[in-house]
């Protein structure tokens, strides 16, 4: 069985930073890529970014670019995403999810249960 775990979020003021995990097990160890996503109260889910597993290349919403970070450890089996100057608009559920297929932007097969980011003016 495909797992993907989510862990880090937590309460933090305005312009401070966490630093999500996403554990994968199972048949994500051959997705193509990871997402990262966020769906804060009343909006529809949103893509916040990617990386492709085999070369690491990431990819950003605008709305995050220069604030987010994703990353993968070398086993490959987790995901990172440090996400810094944090303001309240951040707020939301962040959920990752694995892709299967080539691409980035595309639906995703896999997701986790999401871990809550709140951040506090």
């Known amino acids: 069985q495909v797992q993907l775990v989510e862990s880090g979020g937590g309460l933090v003021e305005a312009g401070g930073s966490l630093r999500l995990s996403c554990a994968a097990s199972g048949r994500t160890f051959s997705a193509y890529s990871m997402g990262w996503f966020r769906q804060a109260p009343g909006k529809e889910r949103e893509f916040v970014g990617g990386i492709v597993w085999s070369s690491g290349l990431t990819f950003y919403a605008d709305s995050v670019k220069g604030r987010f970070t994703i990353s993968r450890d070398n086993g490959r089996n987790t995901v990172y995403l440090q996400v810094n100057s944090l303001k309240p608009d951040d707020t939301a559920v962040y959920y990752c999810?694995?892709?299967?297929?080539?691409?980035?932007?595309?639906?995703?097969?896999?997701w986790g249960q999401g871990t809550q980011v709140t951040v506090s003016s």
């Open positions: 999810a694995a892709r299967r297929r080539p691409g980035i932007y595309g639906d995703y097969d896999y």
